[in-house]
């Protein structure tokens, strides 16, 4: 018999549908999933705990005891990254330790841990912190082709996770691109080699190829696989439940469950679908066999055409994916997830932008001191000297990178404590929104303090065509559409209301994230649609335009390489600097980069501030 671990609210809906369910579209169907018998349901994790304190105005801590409530017979899992819970850098241990436990006490049962370097360190905390709440920990490994992840290298690590205590393993396929072989090789090995933990096969339907991998994993003996609700199933997202339990039936790993209430539960969801309609985007169901050759997952891959596009350099499209190659094999081979998939993808970019290695993001750096845990392979020497210096050595972390952390627990709580007295207003309703605003300081503060807006509610829901959400649809769909015809869809608009002409992509931050915009006018006010990380994307209000900036032949004048957001000027107007001095660190694609002072002088004015966004030639200071 194989099981299965329903994704509907969890990977599903985040790779369909941007992680927008809301709760009460989830809970009328609750009773029903409940009498399945799935091995278990993933319903938090991932980008569920941000988007919804982020964009629609959800305590997550309250969706995930309402879940429990309403399917009490369903054991309900989280994708847990590690020691980055669900954000993208390291939590010191105690934090970890607490969220697991809260999560334990609010509801959730099973816990897919996994590391975006299966660096078995990083995943050592949150296991023990699992067993010792009397949860199911999970050991997941992220699923990647190289030299060193051999079918050998899986099952050693398998081994060694059954060792530490794990009560299930999992392949985690983010890309979606497993071969049937694979599959096979990879779980016939670990049940030849004796390991007896039940193992999990977690994929995407993106390659075109993962229902036979799945039949395949079946052969080898796999215990459980991960599919959604036919209505959001597919494409980016995971194969459809009701089809893969169709296809088992009579056969030697039959699920047993009841088809036909399936096909109730299917129905509800196609309502729900609907209701979502203006964040269909067609592409994100489509088949993608290219992903079995450059091996780039489907999020990391738009990111980096968007980012081509906005660096002026959308034509270096295959020169980009021959050098991700290159760059994540001098690297030693990191799976590309986040926050992985970023640091590689990004440094790619910069080397066929500027030249191999003369750009350096920050990122690229701390990936090689050792600060997101240790690279599959050694990182080649060469690379390391380029990227930390003829020193490198000194810089290199041997232990694991949250033993370099202090506990923040106690620090974050008086912060919050005092907020609430300067704010005059309860913002420490529960302990665990203590622990929403540890892991996410700025958003949190704001969800807890009232202030988050939602961006829709599910009453709101479908929104009209005259909504700049749908619009956003339409013009996936039919690019040669202007955005004039698309906002006058369904409203005859006066000349008056025509929105002013505004340049339409920028790069900004937000809360300390960084965010991919695009504008669309809309009537007389502007709406900005955005992307963050994994699977996010979301609605803002512009902030200030940015400061006028001196001709591009101004003599003195310095530069800006790339396009992107000022973070820090590190100099001040009449300051004397030397040459190759960092004068300004700028946030291009999502990574810190240093700009150098091209010759030494004294600055005479500076056209920039914190915030600003430039574009490659921009002037942004004068040095004399
Ligand atoms: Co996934």
């Given at each position: 018999m194989v099981q299965i671990h329903e994704q509907i609210f969890r990977d599903a809906h985040q790779s369909i549908?941007?992680?927008?369910?809301r709760t009460e579209d989830m809970l009328p169907i609750c009773e029903r999933i409940d009498?399945?018998?799935?091995f278990s349901f993933e319903v938090w994790g991932g980008a569920t705990f941000d988007v919804p304190i982020r964009y629609?105005?959800?305590d997550p801590w309250v969706r995930l005891n309402k879940l429990k409530e309403a399917m009490p017979n369903t054991p309900l899992q989280m994708l847990e990254r590690a020691m980055n819970i669900v954000a993208y850098w390291n939590f010191p241990d105690e934090i970890v330790r607490k969220f697991i436990g809260f999560a334990k006490k609010n509801g959730c049962d099973y816990f897919r841990i996994f590391d975006a370097l299966n660096d078995l360190r990083n995943m050592k905390v949150p296991i023990e912190a699992v067993l010792e709440t009397g949860g199911h920990a999970q050991g997941c490994l992220s699923y990647t082709i190289s030299p060193v992840h051999t079918v050998e290298h899986y099952i050693e690590q398998f081994k060694e996770l059954e060792r530490m205590g794990c009560n299930t393993l999992c392949i985690k396929d983010m890309a979606g691109m497993i071969s049937p072989t694979s599959a096979y090789d990879i779980i016939k090995g670990c049940k030849d080699a004796g390991i007896k933990t039940p193992i999990n096969l977690h994929s995407h339907?993106?390659?075109?190829m993962t229902g036979m991998a799945y039949m395949w994993a079946c052969d080898a003996g796999v215990d459980i696989l991960d599919t959604a609700m036919?209505?959001?199933?597919g494409g980016t997202g995971q194969p459809p439940t009701e089809s893969i339990v169709a296809a088992l039936?009579?056969?030697?790993?039959?699920?047993?469950?009841?088809l036909k209430e399936l096909i109730e539960i299917r129905r509800y969801f196609i309502k729900v679908w609907d209701k979502y309609?203006?964040?269909?985007?067609?592409n994100a169901l489509k088949v993608d066999p290219e992903v079995t050759v450059h091996q780039i997952p489907g999020g990391m891959l738009s990111n980096l055409i968007f980012q081509l596009e906005e660096q002026g350099a959308g034509d270096k499209y295959f020169q980009i994916l021959d050098e991700t190659a290159r760059v994540r094999e001098e690297m030693?081979?990191?799976?590309?997830?986040?926050p992985t998939s970023q640091v590689v993808g990004v440094q790619a970019v910069m080397n066929v932008l500027h030249g191999r290695y003369k750009m350096i993001p920050n990122e690229t750096k701390d990936y090689c001191r050792g600060m997101y845990g240790k690279p599959p392979a050694p990182i080649k020497p060469e690379i390391m000297e380029k990227v930390l210096?003829?020193?490198?050595k000194d810089e290199?972390?041997?232990?694991?990178?949250?033993?370099l952390l202090e506990p923040m627990w106690e620090k974050r709580k008086e912060e919050l404590e005092a907020k609430e007295k300067e704010l005059d207003?309860?913002?420490?309703?529960?302990?665990e929104d203590i622990m929403t605003y540890a892991i996410y300081p700025q958003v949190g503060l704001k969800f807890l303090s009232g202030e988050a807006k939602p961006?829709?509610?599910?009453?709101?829901?479908?929104?009209?065509?005259?909504?700049p959400f749908t619009h956003s649809m339409i013009k996936a769909q039919?690019?040669?559409?202007?955005k004039e015809d698309i906002s006058n869809f369904g409203k005859p608009v006066a000349p008056t209301q025509v929105a002013p002409v505004v340049p339409t992509e920028y790069n900004i931050e937000v809360n300390g994230e960084p965010f991919e915009v695009k504008l669309e006018p809309v009537g007389g006010f502007i709406t900005i649609e955005g992307k963050v990380g994994e699977g996010l994307q979301g609605a803002i209000t512009p902030g200030s335009g940015q400061a006028c900036k001196p001709p591009a032949?101004?003599?003195g004048g310095v530069k800006s390489s790339m396009q992107g957001t000022i973070i820090k000027v590190n100099v001040n107007k009449g300051d004397d600097v030397d040459e190759n001095s960092i004068i300004v660190i700028i946030e291009a694609m999502k990574m810190e980069n240093e700009i150098k002072a091209p010759h030494c002088g004294k600055?005479?004015?500076?056209?920039i501030k914190d915030g600003d966004i430039v574009k490659p030639g921009d002037v942004i200071m004068i040095i004399k």
């Open positions: 549908l941007a992680t927008r369910m009498k399945i018998g799935f629609l105005n959800e339907c993106t390659s075109g036919s209505p959001i199933s039936q009579g056969t030697e790993y039959d699920t047993g469950y009841d309609r203006h964040l269909h985007r067609i030693g081979y990191p799976p590309l997830v986040t210096g003829p020193n490198w290199v972390i041997t232990c694991r990178p949250a033993d207003k309860k913002l420490i309703n529960k302990e961006e829709f509610t599910s009453d709101e829901l479908p929104l009209p065509i005259t909504h039919f690019p040669e559409l202007s032949d101004t003599e600055v005479e004015d500076i056209f």
